[in-house]
């Protein structure tokens, strides 16, 4: 007898408000409860808190909720600072009190080494940052509303809606007091409604402002930009249509490593925190207890953000970036500042890194610093470079977790552990590993 596909029927979303009770924080700083034996993530809850929650996602092994009421209060509970709260995405996790926030961050980590990659260590202090006024850059979207109004801000969370924001506590304050004259400068032009969006850098050559445009911008807009980068002494980057951004007037923006100088555009990526980046720099070189006889590689090395202070304690070091324009930035800073000692390859590392030039070279010590993605398609040719230590920067704890087994399946031993307070106030969580060769 032939069967016909039966499509299942769609199951009806159970929208009725339910009590829970909040046991634990997930690792994006999401309340976990539990229905039987399936876990229910509500935005905005709290360990230990009893809540009145609808549900807004339902799935076989978990289900999603919105959080309604707060029954019993945390006593770590604490009133949000940005009265954007709520509403815009940036943030989720201003009703945590900052302290609460990293001990959370370090227990949540701690739980995934020890259930992915069965390693349970005593975790290092965490590097701590300041609260507020930590951000040196900002993606703002904009777009004209259907009533005419200009919006501009970071949008609300699971959703293409723009939540206009004109004050961003956590923003450097030279990036947060220019938000409310940017709207007033993109809100006057004749071009409004096809600029897509802006970026705001704090850089040591002064404070970046990018404007993207969809189309070309009529001449009158052109020269409003301009009178207003002057008059604000901004560094001044334009991009119309397809084309790439160019700067318009100021010198080209770099961030300070010390002694070091690096050169990136605008759109190059860059640790957000500038401290908490500083921090970090200096406590993967002591991990690596590096000395001038080491060979390191440093893997995911973007415009050499680790590789430059490192070259200033090892023989060389080579680095290797996915992003070809990445490459030649971090020769140019490497150049800039007289450091011969360095070569930077351009490589897909989710491929076979033995068969590359810089592949077929013994290391002494290896770093690497992935996007979220994690490092899966290098970790094999890293675990068996049979470098003496390895230290692994990530910020994502599950990809850490993951990739970590590699490394401890060939002998590698977890020797340090901690959490880097890179985002405060949100769900992202920054951490270090340090691999020993057993």
């Not at 770590?76 to 009265?83: D, G, L, Q, T, Y």
């Not at 897909?348 to 590359?356: I, M, Q, Y």
């Not at 993951?402 to 060939?410: A, F, M, T």
Request: glycine share 8%; with cysteine; charged share 25%.
């Amino acid at each position: 007898m032939a069967r016909f596909f039966q499509p299942q029927k769609k199951k009806n979303l159970d929208t009725k408000h339910k009590a829970f009770t909040v046991e634990r924080l997930d690792h994006q700083g999401d309340g976990v409860a539990f229905d039987g034996k399936r876990p229910v993530f509500i935005a905005g809850a709290l360990a230990g808190e009893e809540v009145v929650a609808q549900l807004t996602e339902d799935k076989r092994q978990f289900a999603r909720a919105k959080l309604i009421k707060v029954v019993t209060p945390s006593a770590e509970r604490i009133e949000p600072f940005c009265a954007h709260y709520g509403v815009c995405g940036g943030c989720n996790l201003q009703h945590l009190g900052h302290d609460a926030q990293i001990k959370a961050k370090q227990n949540s980590l701690s739980q995934l080494m020890k259930k992915f990659a069965a390693a349970d260590l005593t975790q290092d202090a965490p590097v701590r940052s300041e609260g507020q006024g930590y951000r040196r850059r900002a993606r703002l979207s904009v777009k004209i509303s259907k009533t005419g109004e200009l919006e501009m801000g970071f949008r609300q969370r699971s959703s293409k809606e723009i939540v206009t924001v004109t004050h961003c506590p956590v923003l450097d304050k030279q990036l947060d007091a220019l938000l409310p004259e940017v709207y007033s400068l993109l809100d006057a032009l004749r071009g409004r409604r096809v600029i897509g969006h802006v970026e705001l850098v704090e850089s040591d050559a002064g404070r970046v402002l990018l404007v993207r445009a969809i189309k070309t911008l009529h001449d009158e807009d052109m020269a409003s930009l301009k009178r207003f980068a002057d008059d604000k002494a901004l560094i001044l980057y334009l991009q119309q249509g397809e084309g790439n951004a160019e700067r318009m007037c100021g010198d080209a923006p770099h961030y300070s490593l010390g002694t070091l100088s690096l050169s990136f555009e605008p759109q190059d990526f860059i640790q957000v925190n500038a401290d908490i980046n500083q921090k970090m720099i200096a406590q993967a070189l002591d991990w690596l207890d590096l000395n001038n006889d080491d060979k390191v590689l440093d893997l995911f090395c973007g415009l050499g953000n680790f590789s430059l202070p490192i070259a200033g304690k090892a023989e060389s070091v080579v680095g290797v970036e996915g992003v070809e324009d990445m490459v030649q930035r971090a020769s140019d800073n490497a150049t800039h500042n007289g450091l011969d000692n360095v070569a930077f390859y351009h490589a897909n590392l989710e491929l076979d890194a033995g068969k590359t030039e810089w592949g077929k070279q013994r290391y002494s010590k290896i770093l690497l610093d992935p996007a979220r993605a994690g490092a899966l398609g290098v970790m094999p040719y890293v675990a068996q470079s049979r470098a003496e230590r390895i230290v692994y920067v990530s910020c994502n704890p599950a990809t850490l977790a993951r990739d970590s087994q590699v490394l401890l399946d060939k002998g590698y031993k977890l020797a340090r552990l901690g959490m880097l307070d890179m985002f405060p106030h949100t769900g992202h969580l920054e951490s270090m590993a340090l691999f020993i060769k057993a």
